[in-house]
């Protein structure tokens, strides 16, 4: 029984926090939002130094 519950509970989890989507501006721009820098850093390091069809921002203002 406890597995089922574990799994259950992981998949619930997957499902609540894992919510991916696409979406793209008029221009066809791939919209990239990350909520603090570390993700935002790291999104960055992965696009390489022109991520060109990429609209990458940081949802926190600097310092907050």
């Known amino acids: 029984m406890k597995k ?3 799994m259950l509970l992981c998949v619930l989890m997957v499902l ?3 919510a991916c989507g696409r979406e793209t501006k008029q221009d066809g721009k ?3 939002v990350a909520t603090i820098f570390p ?3 790291w999104t960055m390091q992965v696009l390489g130094s022109n991520p060109a069809d990429m609209d990458v921002k940081m949802l926190l203002d600097k310092g907050v």
């Open 30 to 32: 791939l919209r990239i």
């Open 4 to 6: 089922i519950t574990a």
């Open 39 to 41: 993700a935002y850093d």
């Open 16 to 18: 609540c926090l894992g």
